[in-house]
């Protein structure tokens, strides 16, 4: 059975930040959206094209990430504004990482780049293996 773990409403508040990719990271696509942060969303095109293509992303990230206790929106939510504090970290109960992100920036930018990347993957492996 399909979960509603990522949601649209969230994809749509990120897309109107979506010419730098935030959308597109958030939905499992960090090649797309490391384009789009390089591009501008494809000079605004693409960016403008996702408008339309973000329910079937929606769906597809729905199949692809499992659900559990710790809920994609909020970490996304966490991680876009307040990646350099490691919050999103802290929320998902890895705090020693995320005291390190509050003293070094987010390790210095390149951490948060990574989380970026990997935050689907690391939430989805978190609560595929949380009893329940």
Same mark, same amino acid.
């Given at each position: 059975?399909?979960?509603?773990?990522?949601?649209?409403? #969230? @994809?749509? !508040?990120?897309?109107? /930040?979506?010419?730098? %990719?935030?959308? *597109?990271?958030?939905?499992?696509?960090?090649?797309? =959206?490391?384009?789009?942060?390089?591009?501008?969303?494809?000079?605004? #095109? @693409?960016? !403008?094209?996702?408008? /339309?293509?973000?329910? %079937?992303?929606? *769906?597809?990230?729905?199949?692809?990430?499992?659900? =559990?206790?710790?809920?994609?929106?909020?970490?996304?939510?966490?991680?876009?504004?307040?990646?350099?504090?490691?919050?999103?970290?802290?929320?998902?109960?890895?705090?020693?990482?995320?005291?390190?992100?509050?003293?070094?920036?987010?390790?210095?930018?390149?951490?948060?780049?990574?989380?970026?990347?990997?935050?689907?993957?690391?939430?989805?492996?978190?609560?595929?293996?949380?009893?329940?």
């Amino acid at each position: 059975m399909q979960q509603d773990n990522h949601s649209k409403v #969230i @994809g749509y !508040l990120l897309w109107i /930040f979506g010419f730098l %990719g935030a959308h *597109r990271f958030y939905y499992g696509k960090p090649v797309t =959206g490391t384009i789009w942060f390089f591009t501008l969303g494809l000079l605004g #095109i @693409g960016w !403008l094209i996702d408008l /339309f293509l973000i329910p %079937g992303m929606d *769906r597809d990230a729905d199949m692809r990430f499992h659900s =559990g206790a710790i809920d994609y929106n909020v970490a996304w939510l966490l991680l876009t504004f307040l990646g350099f504090f490691g919050v999103h970290r802290m929320y998902q109960g890895k705090w020693l990482t995320g005291i390190v992100y509050f003293f070094t920036g987010g390790l210095f930018f390149i951490g948060v780049l990574y989380d970026f990347w990997t935050l689907n993957d690391q939430i989805s492996l978190r609560n595929a293996s949380q009893p329940g």
